[in-house]
DNA sequence: TTTT
DNA sequence: TTTT
């Protein structure tokens, strides 16, 4: 029974979240996440490897998503795997893997890219001090409003 | 720069792991692992929740795993994200998520279902108390080789 | 700034969980846990080492480890890292680390020793059955109540 | 058997790593990691608590912790728990718990403190740069050498 | 003091 | 397709 499903991430926003909000007043961010490797291939070569994750925060996290992360910006991230099910348009069935975010941190970059103006910066900057830098989930509140 | 990727599963074999043997003499195991999870709905009941996880052993791990592990058993498992690309029958460019292992210990629960008999539990039982019973691959050893 | 502590331990409990009740109702669950590891020395030997972890439970965990966890049994466990200041008998400054657990969760492992009786198994097996098996703190709860 | 004995912690040092250099060529660093949390009290206030880990990093790592890390620099450090006993002073025999790092990541944020000169900034850029930024142990290799 |  |  009692299954462990945890991800752990590091890594930099490849766009500024994208904010729903649905019915019922509950709130969905989404974003990409780019994690770098890099490895030695057999001539020893120096291989880099950019994965892409798709992040996905519910509730309280999407607003502090939309709030404070940034396009460029390097972040921890604590959640778990969901892979959904969905038909494409030709009705074939197709699936989709996911990070469903139950922590998430900023770490020390600064955001980066053609998004935010250095005054937007600021702006999160002093923000940013203000308020916690963590921001965490309560548990099983991630879970699909329907 | 510095990424993480990082996934921590503990949850139940579906299949006997399956094991290619590459040109090259690369063995690669696949096999897929459940991790059951609960949570109330609105109404305050407990609903059942089971994430299908694809996951992939390399090398030395594979070996392990064709060797130990089997059907139903509760193992953990520690690896990182790998999405891939293909195209499928219609040409069409298709993606799935993965789990590379890069270590995977038995828990103590005991193999099941129609596959092993109680001679090969015997068997395993035996081989288990003569071999370490978490097997970690080398770093970077679990590349695509090619 | 943005930090993260964050130990995962599968192993054994090395005794039944004590339980204090402090004043206000607050619970605190104690016990220890061994994780067992083992490695090769330079002659090729294996060597088996056990690693004791001081393991802490608040409120509902504590509950749930008092309830559900017995000498023996195998845990997977979540928590952070705290190091506690202390004055010892001599007036001497020590220092004490344990793990605070956030999320527990029983593994396949049957509880063994001369703690409980078969009748005792029979009881937890079936209380078990009736509840969740991951038991989770929420947030900000496992602090010290003063 | 099969134990799990995982740390991850994100955090910043405390002062440069400390490197030593036993007999047979073995070099161990340590340093000390302060990962920040926080807590709202039963008055709402915001508690702000550091939790300071003491880190050990082996061989490899040890060098790249020498090498790259300075006092005030972020990093991801993956490890295990190890508590060591020893004799103080008046032979008593005390325990000192440390983390013994399997993988360091430099994060985003610059150094800081009275320590390194903006001189020696740039070259620790510099050098990061023409270098991964992701050390990783060995597997079994950061075994205490005797 | 656990477990295999 | 697993497990309790």
Request: charge should be negative.
């Given at each position: 029974?009692?299954?462990?499903?945890?991800?752990?991430?590091?890594?930099?926003?490849?766009?500024?979240?994208?904010?729903?909000?649905?019915?019922?007043?509950?709130?969905?961010?989404?974003?990409?996440?780019?994690?770098?490797?890099?490895?030695?291939?057999?001539?020893?070569?120096?291989?880099?490897?950019?994965e892409?994750?798709?992040?996905?925060?519910?509730?309280?996290?999407?607003?502090?998503?939309?709030?404070?992360?940034?396009?460029?910006?390097?972040?921890?991230?604590?959640?778990?795997?969901?892979?959904?099910?969905?038909?494409?348009?030709?009705?074939?069935?197709?699936?989709?893997?996911?990070?469903?975010?139950?922590?998430?941190?900023?770490?020390?970059?600064?955001?980066?890219?053609?998004?935010?103006?250095?005054?937007?910066?600021?702006?999160?900057?002093?923000?940013?001090e203000?308020?916690?830098?963590?921001?965490?989930?309560?548990?099983?509140?991630?879970?699909?409003?329907?």
């Amino acid at each position: 029974m009692a299954g462990i499903n945890k991800v752990i991430l590091v890594g930099n926003l490849g766009k500024d979240p994208e904010v729903r909000h649905l019915e019922g007043g509950v709130s969905v961010a989404s974003f990409t996440l780019a994690t770098n490797d890099h490895y030695k291939d057999k001539q020893g070569n120096r291989v880099e490897r950019t994965e892409w994750h798709n992040i996905t925060a519910w509730r309280g996290l999407a607003e502090m998503a939309e709030k404070y992360l940034k396009k460029g910006q390097q972040v921890y991230i604590e959640g778990k795997i969901r892979t959904r099910q969905y038909q494409d348009k030709d009705n074939q069935t197709r699936y989709i893997t996911e990070i469903v975010a139950d922590e998430i941190s900023m770490l020390g970059g600064r955001p980066q890219g053609d998004g935010p103006t250095a005054q937007d910066q600021v702006q999160v900057q002093m923000s940013a001090e203000e308020t916690p830098q963590t921001f965490r989930q309560e548990p099983e509140l991630n879970q699909l409003p329907f």
